[in-house]
């Protein structure tokens, strides 16, 4: 090669296999490095566990199919019979090719059996070497996880030894990946909510696939696989937590729970799972107590109003003020969600039992006539809230009647009577007017026509409609109705607003009487 090279000549050789392998352009500093690579006894064994050796008549045959571009016909003949050299070459020619699965097998057979090993040391560095035999084996491997990912030979490993040996080289630089997205997402602490969330979010991505291999490579009940499980778990965890106590969103308790989930997902350790069922178990009792999405800006307002009430004094006049600052916002919840809506009838429950309970507090410390007076005028208002029905029957109902019962006993409201009492004999009182006015109209030609009676009587029954208008407190709705039908509409609109405010007329004469 040196006096080749010398002269500018090119220098290959009938194993270059161009065919197969990349060519190779060899030159003085090429040559001179594979010089000293191969100077000591263990180098030269070393590059010999991956080239061809031959040792037998028919190794000749095969490297000549070889050489001419028929690498099966090659194979077939060392397939023929086990040798050192047969085993060793099948391995070379499986390595060309990619194919690990071949590769690995004859290697465990080769390295399996002592006398081959001792054969191979033999006949390339003679009997002089000083090379450990039983250490080729890892020597082998490991030089082959340096060219190949590991994960493309473990599944072709049989070896209960050589798996345990690969293994670790796997499961280090997996294990590596993690603790470094960890400290990454641990930066972020302290740089706000928003940080925390994408910095969980992030770490659970990138490092699920990672972990996925871990497990694959790793028993859930080793040692490794669960520190850096419960490790990465806690920091997910904390990124969740961190994120739902600082932020302010909608939808907060709903984005840290996918990420304490998850946590709670693949930690192993019982200490680490009790430790986010709990977080979770918190977390969910949060999010069960949460208002719909659709009504979110409702409910702040109203909770704002009722952290302000707090913080006055038990006095009447404060729950009228919260009765008259949440009830628009209490009719907008009950617009988007239905009167019957379990949350709409809970926070409706939680303002009046809060009001509710400033009556009976100043009811208690002064039970003059005014402040009965005041607590009776604020039951009528909070006769107005819809209720949760166990609320109403075990609590407001009960104060209701006793706070009745003071007040009739000293005169202040007639005993079998209230304001309430005004909507059904308002809508009676018209009722009956239409009659009579029917009945006049019917008997004023010289004989009853009964079809106008019966006109009144049934224009008269439209003012049963108007209890359901009143105490609903909700016109909007039937508003909305009335104008979408175009003209007929504005037809049946004007006689109802009529006959409304008739109704109301009466109402109004009614309490003042009562009053």
């Known amino acids: 090669m040196k006096a080749f090279l010398k002269v500018g000549k090119s220098v290959s050789f009938s194993l270059d296999l161009p065919q197969y392998l990349q060519p190779i352009n060899r030159t003085d500093t090429l ?14 064994m070393f590059y010999a566990l991956f080239w061809f050796i031959k040792t037998t008549p028919l190794d000749d045959i095969a490297f ?23 085993l060793q070459n099948r391995i070379v020619c499986a390595l060309m090719c990619d194919d690990y699965k071949q590769a690995l097998s004859c290697a465990e057979t080769l390295y399996a059996n002592m006398e081959y090993v001792n054969q191979f040391v033999s006949a390339v560095i003679g009997t002089g070497g000083n090379v450990s035999v039983t250490d080729l084996p890892f020597t082998f491997l490991d030089a082959l996880c340096e060219e190949i990912d590991v994960q493309k030979i473990l599944p072709h490993i049989e070896n209960s030894i050589w798996k345990e040996h690969i293994s670790g080289k796997a499961i280090n630089p997996l294990i590596d990946t993690i603790q470094n997205a960890i400290a990454i997402a641990n930066k972020s602490r302290g740089k706000g909510s928003l940080a925390r969330l994408e910095a969980g979010e992030v770490l659970m991505k990138s490092t699920k696939a990672t972990l996925q291999q871990l497990m694959s490579l790793l028993p859930k009940t080793d040692l490794q696989y669960q520190t850096i499980a419960d490790k990465l778990g806690f920091e997910i965890l904390q990124c969740g937590i961190d994120y739902f106590n600082e932020a302010d969103e909608a939808d907060t308790a709903h984005k840290a729970m996918k990420l304490q989930k998850y946590a709670m997902g693949i930690v192993v350790g019982q200490m680490a799972k009790d430790r986010c069922k709990e977080n979770v178990d918190t977390l969910q009792k949060i999010i069960d107590n949460l208002p719909p999405s659709e009504v979110y800006s409702e409910d702040r307002a109203i909770h704002e109003e009722l952290r302000k009430y707090c913080l006055l004094p038990d006095k009447i006049c404060h729950a009228v003020t919260l009765l008259n600052n949440t009830r628009p916002h209490l009719q907008a919840i009950k617009r988007k969600l239905g009167v ?88 009676l009182f018209l009722h009956i007017i239409c009659v009579i006015i029917g009945y006049c109209i019917a008997d004023e030609s010289g004989y009853f026509d009964k079809t106008i009676f019966y006109w009144s009587i049934g224009i008269g029954a439209i003012s049963w409609i108007y209890i359901l208008i009143d105490k609903g407190e909700d016109t909007e709705s039937y508003g909305g109705w009335l104008a979408s039908s175009g003209c007929w509409g504005i037809i049946i609109l004007f006689p109802l607003c009529i006959g409304y405010w008739i109704y109301k007329g009466i109402r109004f004469l009614l309490d003042v009487v009562k009053s």
């Open 31 to 44: 040559v001179a490095d594979a010089d000293a690579k191969l100077a000591l006894p263990k180098d030269q």
């Open 340 to 427: 019957s809506n379990g949350y709409y009838l809970k926070i409706s429950s939680q303002v009046v039992g809060n009001a509710l309970s400033n009556a009976i507090a100043e009811v208690n410390a002064s039970n003059n006539n005014d402040i009965l007076k005041s607590a009776w005028e604020l039951t009528l208002f909070m006769d107005t809230f819809d209720l949760e029905v166990s609320f109403k029957e075990k609590t407001y109902k009960k104060n209701r009647e006793i706070l009745k019962q003071m007040c009739e006993e000293r005169g202040l409201i007639h005993r079998f009577s209230s304001k309430r009492a005004s909507y059904w004999q308002a809508a």
């Open 64 to 86: 000549n199919h070889l050489i001419a571009g028929e690498r099966s016909k090659a194979e077939e003949i060392w397939q023929k019979k086990e040798t050192l050299s047969s």
